[in-house]
């Protein structure tokens, strides 16, 4: 389609995002959540859904959903019910999930998110907790050509899925939206978030409205989406599928809709379901979940600093900028790792700046990332330190930097061994700034004549005497009084 048919149009969406609690065990047994084990080694008789077994509620799950709801500024509500959500699927072998419909744990949160230098608050609707089907294997087994296998060690894994509020207007923001929830998710220690690991994936619902309408559009649902990239693909293409329908005066069905990464298309996979088809009702084999006040209290006490509230520190307490603070928030290991270079530096902001310079640089060329970085962060710390004590310039710093990284070893060390510290001593560097104006009269001559600029060439060459060891500020202040 044109740009200036897309044009005419707005997109409207809604993500439902379902993320694994971090509990070392499932939400109805104590069978193990670890991944990449053998498969169907994992289960019991209450996760394989065997007749006569009985769930038993995990309260680590419960304390971690509440975490994640508070974390999404949502209400925790003080009683919620687990409801059966009734489906046929060979990966499920209750038969049923179990959910929760009408009285979810939490309600009416929000999370700000920030696209081309605005923000703007998304709404979420509700969290609620489930448990997680099976896999179904399609491939790498004996006649995995004819037949598809079942590994259950996912089946009873905890999940909570975050329902937001259609207020998304991009596919950026989408994308935006759904990277603040893994962040939220991630910085209150609820979720890994490891996609990898199929710890986050969200369905997409998306539709298109003529621009200025009030009503909303019928909606695609596009499953199972675990990547970012995959998110803002399946946006686009359905913008597309949909605008080229609705121009061709056709109507949008209500459907579910699968994203192939290969064609980086969606395809149709189902009609919608309604609620009622899932013949949800209360799970009489489980009591309801009462939250005590004082229950919540403690868990609101034991939350840890979350993005936005670490940014906004940032900015306050190390007088870093906005930009830089968000960088460096970006994730939980890079918002520690910058912290603690900046509590050992006598400058906070300059250890920002190697964090998000040399050492990016670094670590990109390598493939990786700051939770691998080979230098301890209290190394930039005293890189930092060493360069405002004089000890260090900043020419020397920059060429030691790739030695701390390979190495590992402190700067102080690196310096020490190769002989490497800067000159400051006013006796050693007089001694060379007589010789380099002894050795050129010429540039004496130009500066007597009114030509102060040469001055940065007498600079350069007491460095070059003193293989970049020479302080400049002391340099510069010698050869003033010298010249003059
Ligand atoms: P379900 O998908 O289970 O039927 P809901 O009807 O509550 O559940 O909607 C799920 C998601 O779809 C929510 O995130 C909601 O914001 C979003 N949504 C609802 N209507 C629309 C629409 N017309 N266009 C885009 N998203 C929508
Ligand atoms: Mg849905
Ligand atoms: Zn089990």
């Known amino acids: 389609m044109s740009p200036d048919v897309m044009a005419k ?24 959540t670890s991944f990449g084990a053998q498969p169907n080694t994992n289960v019991c008789p209450v996760c394989l859904g065997l007749p006569g077994a009985l769930p038993v509620l995990s309260r680590g799950a419960v304390e971690l959903g509440a975490k994640g709801a508070l974390a999404l500024n949502c209400a925790v509500q003080p009683e919620s019910v687990f409801a059966r959500k009734n489906y046929f699927y060979p990966d499920l072998p209750k038969g049923y999930q179990i959910s929760q419909f009408d009285k979810p744990l939490a309600l009416a949160g929000y999370l700000d998110v920030h696209v081309n230098g605005e923000t703007k608050r998304i709404g979420i609707t509700r969290v609620h907790m489930e448990d997680d089907a099976g896999k179904s294997v399609h491939d790498g087994f004996k006649d995995s050509d004819r037949f598809t296998y079942v590994d259950l060690n996912r089946s009873g894994t905890p999940l909570i899925e975050i329902v937001s509020e259609p207020d998304i207007r991009s596919a950026d923001e989408a994308v935006e939206y759904f990277n603040e929830v893994r962040q939220a998710l991630v910085f209150a220690e609820v979720s890994a978030c490891d996609m990898e690991k199929g710890h986050l994936r969200c369905d997409a619902n998306v539709s298109m409205r003529r621009k200025g309408a009030k009503e909303f559009g019928t909606r695609a649902e596009v499953k199972n989406l675990n990547s970012f990239r995959f998110l803002k693909q399946a946006i686009e293409f359905e913008m597309e599928r949909q605008v080229e329908i609705l121009e061709s005066g056709g109507r949008v069905i209500q459907e579910t809709r699968l994203f192939n990464p290969e064609l980086g298309e969606t395809l ?28 919540l209290a403690r868990l609101q006490a034991s939350m840890p600093e979350l993005p936005q509230a670490r940014r906004a520190r940032f900015v306050s307490e190390y007088g870093l900028r906005e930009y830089d603070a968000q960088i460096l928030t970006a994730s939980r290991e890079t918002a520690d790792y910058f912290e603690r270079a900046a509590r050992a530096a006598s400058d906070p902001k300059q250890a920002a700046n190697w964090v998000m310079g040399d050492l990016a640089g670094l670590l990109k060329a390598d493939g990786k990332e700051i939770p691998d970085s080979p230098i301890p962060p209290e190394h930039i710390g005293e890189l930092v330190t060493l360069i405002s004590k004089g000890e260090l310039s900043g020419k020397l710093a920059k060429e030691i930097f790739p030695k701390m990284y390979a190495t590992g070893d402190a700067p102080s060390a690196i310096a020490e061994r190769e002989g490497l510290k800067q000159i400051s001593d006013t006796g050693a560097l007089e001694k060379i700034v007589e010789e380099v104006i002894a050795a050129n009269p010429k540039q ?41």
Not at 16 to 25: G, K
Not at 268 to 295: C, G, N, Q, T
Request: with cysteine; charged share 25%.
């Open 9 to 32: 149009y707005e997109v409207v969406i809604g993500l439902e995002v379902h993320a694994q609690l971090s509990t070392r065990t499932k939400i109805f047994c104590s069978c193990p």
């Open 268 to 295: 149709s996979m189902r009609s919608k379901e309604e609620a009622h088809d899932y013949r949800y009702f209360p799970e009489p084999d489980l009591i309801p979940v009462r939250i005590s006040p004082e229950w």
């Open 444 to 484: 004496v001559e130009q500066y007597k004549a009114g030509k102060t600029t040469v001055i940065g060439f007498f600079v350069g060459q007491v460095m070059k005497q003193s293989r970049g060891q020479a302080n400049p500020a002391t340099v510069n202040a010698i050869l003033a009084e010298k010249l003059k």
